[in-house]
Nanobody, 123 residues
Framework: QVQLVESGGGLVQPGGSLRLSCAASGSIRGITEMGWYRQAPGKQRELVAVITSEDSANYADSVKGRFTISRDNAKNTAYLQMNSLKPDDTAVYYC?????????????????WGQGTQVTVSS
């Protein structure tokens, strides 16, 4: 199994920056995509950014140009650099890792999730 631990959340003023980290441990072999999701109170969990094993990144339209996702394979860690933060960015941010392996000639995929880290953007 894979364990994911997020860190770096906190309180920041509008226009500020924050850097989230997600450390993966366990059966890290087989992890393909890693990503960040967020969920605000009363709202559905939404995709923020994902990065593939080939370091190709995709972002939600709401964060394009402000957020940057990256990963350090040597440290088994994914990052989310958040700049120009807005109050609408306030949410619990969750790290996600997609894991796959071959079983009986077929690929099995599974999603692992971190515990979440609170990001609050307020003056």
């Amino acid at each position: 199994q894979v364990q994911l631990v997020e860190s770096g959340g906190g309180l920041v003023q509008p226009g500020g920056s924050l850097r989230l980290s997600c450390a993966a441990s366990g059966s890290i072999r087989g992890i393909t995509e890693m990503g960040w999701y967020r969920q605000a109170p009363g709202k559905q969990r939404e995709l923020v950014a994902v990065i593939t094993s080939e370091d190709s990144a995709n972002y939600a339209d709401s964060v394009k140009g402000r957020f940057t996702i990256s990963r350090d394979n040597a440290k088994n860690t994914a990052y989310l650099q958040m700049n120009s933060l807005k109050p609408d960015d306030t949410a619990v941010y969750y790290c996600n890792a997609k894991h796959q392996r071959w079983v009986l000639g077929s690929v099995l995929q599974y999603d692992y999730w971190g515990q979440g880290t609170q990001v609050t953007v307020s003056s």
